[in-house]
Nanobody, 125 residues
Framework: EVQLQASGGGLVQAGGSLRLSCTFS????????LGWFRQAPGKEREGVSC????????YYADSVKGRFAISNGDIRGTASLQMKSLEFDDTAVYYC??????????????????WGTGTLVTVSS
């Protein structure tokens, strides 16, 4: 059984930083992509970033480029999202997701196989 869990959310002032972590287990393949999505109140869920563990390919949404950094953990099945220069509009529930294969750019929500529980990030203005 594949399980994912996101953690690290919290309340932060605008301009501050926060680091989210994702841990997952049970994935059947060594070639997988981890991704981060977020859903702000009243809005649809949007893709934020993804990273292939095998080849290091990555993607960032335009809204977070230069401010967020995704990385794989040293241990298989872990990843993080370092967020800096946080803005009020970054307030959302953040989810990590996983799928077989590689990160080749934006991957629609429907194409992700596994989802973790979310973690709330609140940025105060």
């Amino acid at each position: 059984e594949v399980q994912l869990q996101a953690s690290g959310g919290g309340l932060v002032q605008a301009g501050g930083s926060l680091r989210l972590s994702c841990t997952f287990s049970g994935f059947p393949s060594a070639d997988y992509t981890l991704g981060w999505f977020r859903q702000a109140p009243g809005k649809e869920r949007e893709g934020v970033s993804c990273l292939s563990r095998a080849d290091g390919n990555f993607y960032y949404a335009d809204s977070v480029k230069g401010r967020f950094a995704i990385s794989n953990g040293d241990i298989r099945g872990t990843a993080s999202l370092q967020m800096k220069s946080l803005e009020f509009d970054d307030t959302a529930v953040y989810y990590c997701a996983a799928r077989p294969g590689f990160c080749s750019g934006y991957i629609p929500e429907s194409q992700w196989n596994y989802w973790g529980t979310g973690t709330l990030v609140t940025v105060s203005s």
